[in-house]
T-cell receptor, first 114, second 112 residues
Framework: DTAVSQTPKYLVTQMGNDKSIKCEQN?????MYWYKQDSKKFLKIMFS???????INETVPNRFSPKSPDKAHLNLHINSLELGDSAVYFC?????????????FGSGTRLTVV | AQSVTQLGSHVSVSEGALVLLRCNYS??????LFWYVQYPNQGLQLLLK??????LVKGINGFEAEFKKSETSFHLTKPSAHMSDAAEYFC??????????FGTGTRLQVTL
């Protein structure tokens, strides 16, 4: 199936740990994104990569580091997890000039920090 | 900069009634506008989009939206609500560098 896939779907971890979320798309899109959805359902962009290059880096703590080994993958690594990092993280992708076409979203990773 | 305001964080309608979800936008350039739907514990699915051309756009599941530049609005409607329409709906506007800015969402409840 053509899609944006994220792993894991659920992630429960203790404060201070380091964790990664993986994202892959097989749609042939050039641009990928990470969004954070908080407990009030608010969606905020974190990062965007176009063909492996960082093009959007919103005000996100340095503990969050995206990595794009190729244009089909965009992983998110989080160091020293904090309680406030608990949220649902969505990966998305789009064609070049993506905002004109809309995004395709993954099903999300629910991160719970305890 | 772009921004979106969704009026009403929660809307409740009876099954078979008209659905109207409101969205107003602010954009320094001609906007591209989108509506997404999120079902519980799922990702976001594109309902419809306005880029250029016809201002009344039709989407999936019987939804449609009309771009009104004079009112800076892009309200989502459906003539007859179905129980399966219950979900969270997000309006979004495109910005620079392919960035989509989302509204705060409207939860649609459909009652019998």
């Amino acid at each position: 199936d053509t899609a944006v896939s994220q792993t894991p779907k659920y992630l429960v971890t203790q404060m201070g740990n380091d964790k990664s979320i993986k994202c892959e798309q097989n749609l042939g899109h050039d641009t990928m994104y990470w969004y954070k959805q908080d407990s009030k359902k608010f969606l905020k962009i974190m990062f965007s990569y176009n063909n492996k290059e960082l093009i959007i880096n919103e005000t996100v703590p340095n503990r969050f580091s995206p990595k794009s080994p190729d244009k089909a993958h965009l992983n998110l690594h989080i160091n020293s997890l904090e309680l406030g990092d608990s949220a649902v993280y969505f990966c998305a992708s789009s064609q070049v000039g993506g905002s004109n076409y809309g995004y395709t979203f993954g099903s999300g990773t629910r991160l719970t920090v305890v | 900069a772009q921004s979106v305001t969704q009026l009403g964080s929660h809307v409740s309608v009876s099954e078979g009634a008209l659905v109207l979800l409101r969205c107003n936008y602010s954009s320094s350039v001609p906007p591209y506008l989108f509506w997404y739907v999120q079902y519980p514990n799922q990702g976001l699915q594109l309902l419809l989009k306005y880029t250029t051309g016809a201002t009344l756009v039709k989407g999936i599941n019987g939804f449609e939206a009309e771009f009104k530049k004079s009112e800076t609005s892009f309200h989502l409607t459906k003539p007859s609500a179905h129980m399966s329409d219950a979900a969270e709906y997000f309006c979004a506007v495109s910005g620079t560098a392919s960035k989509l800015t989302f509204g705060t969402g409207t939860r649609l409840q459909v009652t019998l």
